[in-house]
């Protein structure tokens, strides 16, 4: 390859010139004849080392100069160059391609070729920061047209402690690609991304078209004198990736051991998928990062030279090709790090691209991220609810946590939907990790379930039994188990702490299957009646005052023991106590359906019961109708034939309540006559 192909030949008429000093006379003034004058009294070796002073020291250098010198440079040491490719071949064997010269074979050729004389090691150095310089030179060109030439500058060093003085708002950078839904590997739906405030940043999407070239971020002397990756880091922080891309292509060989460095500076907010095809995320291939490396097939003689002459030394740290465990790593950290901005997607997006990259052993962290993306996008959270999750608070959170932020904002509409496409997943994820753990557990979705159910208010415990009524085909039911139905349904409707709700509680009871239990036993039967009655209003009762009543997970333990026949006799109680609970909502008496569990044996508190009711009947109108319909509904409350399935005046007598059922009748005259009284 000719190294000058590139370079546009200097042409002057001039061929005698007075010498100039190059390294402080006016830029301006530097042109082929007055290089040539100013190299002429120069040895080869001090003539090229002065180019590269010129070209890397002055701060106020500039396109024609640099070519001026470089052709000149280039030129002059062509010949040495040429002479020392052929004995460097020659020490690796003429007929060896440069595809088949490993590194350590090159450098042991290098060492003997250059020990021969230091004048000739001078030339080469020289030589070969010459051929960066102008290759730096073309990338520089490539970036777009510069600025006008202004006032000199200060030579600005690019360093990679300038990445925070950067302006994300740089004309100089572009958009990244917005509002791009990113697959989600570990589900057969995309999650559709609600990006509220965890969106890009808006100077983001307002930011040039990556098509439309661009002034370079900074000045000629900068990018020439400066560690090539060190430029290449600040370009990154800028979020040009489009100069990225120029840089990292043209410069792929040298970039490389730098290469994370380079993308540790690439903005958060840049998705993954802008720099895929620049070949600059890590991949592993036979379980390292090593095949990946820039071949010598892509390089020249020159290309192999460059490493050991750089121009100039980076401050950054160099990385060999890391394992494969190294990657993964890498991938990792760099989505912890995006944690603390909230742009999930992003997350989601990076373990994409580092499985399609051959990363292995992210499904865990995949999982997570997929199954919070539910939680952030799908749940109804409000923003201020979707600022408390992130994959920090994920890992922290015990499933009980999880759970009850995936239903915080359920309704009737939603928690079915909720339940089976946000809980159920988690479950089934939580059960298969148990699995892989050794620790598996065959109720533990169950568990989690039964857990959610009696921990839900009833108007969205409702959908639920709807949804798990014994009509309907197994997989279309919650909860396959018609006993577990049951159980259940009693431990939420005693649990419950409502007393005007009838018409859901009642509902949920229409959910619950209908066993045919004739043909039994009576005495068995009534048994069974009485020995369950006396043992769930024993559960029930307080024990001392002040003591809190029993949950309904607490009435679910109890009641998951009960044989069949007791468990059939506990819905014929439920049966009775919501006819009751109706009954006394709708004569002002509301009570909790618990009340007539622990009040179903005891005569005083079924008697005072009775006598609120009647009592309140004393301020409303005062008409036989009223009275009549008060009297039919106390007699239903008394109970039928069987002792055990009674109402909740169930153990009054027939006198017993028709004594206080008068007794409120003539207490409503007396206070009637007392009003007609007063208002005569």
């Known amino acids: ?33 007055s290089t040539r004058a100013a190299l002429s009294s120069l040895s080869d070796p001090e003539a090229l080392d002065l180019c590269v002073r010129v070209i890397t020291t002055r701060d106020d250098i500039n396109t024609s100069a640099v070519r001026t010198i470089l052709e000149a ?64 030179l073309e990338t520089y060109l490539s970036f777009g047209p510069p600025a006008e030439a202004g006032p000199s500058k200060p030579r600005v060093q690019a360093t990679p402690a300038q990445h925070d003085e950067e302006d994300l708002d740089d004309p100089w950078a572009e958009a990244s690609q917005d509002d791009t839904d990113l697959d989600d590997p570990w589900d057969s739906e995309s ?119 750089p121009l100039s030394r980076s401050t950054l740290p160099a990385v060999s090709p890391l394992s494969a465990d190294g990657v993964r790593d890498w991938y990792t950290s760099r989505v912890d790090a995006l944690d603390c901005v909230g742009l999930l997607d992003l997350q989601i997006a990076w373990i994409q691209q580092a499985v399609a990259r051959g990363v292995t052993d992210l499904d865990s962290l995949g999982e997570k991220l997929s199954l919070l993306s539910r939680l ?68 533990l979705v169950d568990r989690h379930l039964h857990d959610i159910i009696l921990s839900l208010p ?27 139905v049951a159980r259940l349904a009693l431990a939420c409707l005693y649990g419950s702490n409502t007393r005007n709700d009838w018409s859901t509680m009642s509902a949920i009871f229409e959910c619950l299957p209908v066993w045919d239990v004739s043909g039994g036993n009576l005495d068995s039967d009534r048994e069974a009646t009485a020995t369950t009655l006396d043992s769930i209003a024993n559960f029930v009762r307080p024990t001392r005052a002040g003591a809190h009543p029993p949950t309904a997970k607490d009435l679910f333990v109890f009641f998951t023991p009960l044989p069949f026949a007791s468990l059939s006799r506990a819905l014929d109680i439920l049966d009775v106590h919501l006819e009751s609970g109706e009954i006394l909502a709708r004569w002002e008496t509301p009570v909790q359906l618990r009340f007539l569990l622990q009040s179903a044996r005891d005569k005083a508190e079924q008697k005072e019961l009775a006598e609120k009711m009647v009592r309140r009947q004393g301020t409303g109108p005062h008409t036989d109708a009223r009275w009549t319909s008060l009297w039919a509904d106390m007699k239903k409350l008394g109970g ?24 409120g009748v003539l207490a409503s005259g007396r206070e009637y006559a007392d009003d007609q009284q007063v208002q005569g």
């Not at 150095?125 to 730096?136: C, T």
């Not at 900068?222 to 430029?231: E, R, V």
């Open 1 to 33: 390859m000719d190294e000058t192909d590139l370079l546009e030949p200097i042409h002057d008429s001039v061929t005698i010139a007075t010498p100039i000093d190059l390294l402080t006379v006016s830029i301006d003034e530097i042109d082929a004849a």
């Open 73 to 136: 440079g280039i030129s002059r040491g062509a010949s040495y160059r040429t002479n020392f490719e052929d004995e460097v071949r020659n020490q690796l064997g003429e007929d060896q391609e440069w595809s088949s010269i490993t590194e350590e074979q090159f450098g042991m050729a290098l060492d003997v070729a250059l020990a021969k004389d230091e004048v000739t090691k001078n030339l080469i150095r020289s030589y070969s920061q010459l051929d960066q310089l102008r290759r730096r």
């Open 191 to 309: 999650v559709k991304s609600v990006r509220s405030a965890r969106s890009m940043p808006e100077s983001v999407k307002q930011g040039s078209d990556s098509g439309i070239e661009q002034t370079p971020p900074f000045p000629l002397a900068a990018f020439l004198s400066s560690p090539l990756p060190d430029s290449t880091t600040i370009i990154a922080s800028s979020g040009a990736l489009s100069a990225l891309r120029n840089v990292y292509v043209r410069h792929q060989h040298e970039l490389w051991p730098y290469r994370y460095s380079i993308l540790e500076a690439v903005p958060l907010w840049i998705s993954p998928t802008e720099l895929k095809d620049m070949e600059l995320l890590p991949q592993v291939q036979d379980q390292s990062e090593q095949a990946l490396q820039p071949q010598a097939a892509e390089r020249d003689f020159l290309d192999s030279l460059h490493p050991y002459f």
């Open 376 to 443: 952030v996008y799908d749940a109804h959270l409000s923003p201020s609810q979707q600022a408390d999750w992130s994959l920090a608070s994920w890992r922290r959170a015990a499933p009980e946590q999880v759970i009850k932020a995936y239903l915080t904002n359920a309704s009737t509409s939603s928690v079915l939907a909720d339940i089976r496409q946000q809980v159920l997943p988690y479950l089934y994820v939580l059960e298969s990790k148990a699995e892989r753990a050794g620790e598996s557990h065959a109720d």
């Open 458 to 484: 009833l108007h969205l415990a409702l959908p639920i039994f709807e949804a798990s009524k014994a009509t309907l085909s197994q997989p279309e039911r919650i909860i396959k188990n018609d006993v577990v």
């Open 640 to 663: 039928g034939d069987d002792a055990l399935l009674r109402g909740a005046f169930g153990v009054l007598t027939a006198e017993e309540m028709m004594r206080i059922y008068l007794g």
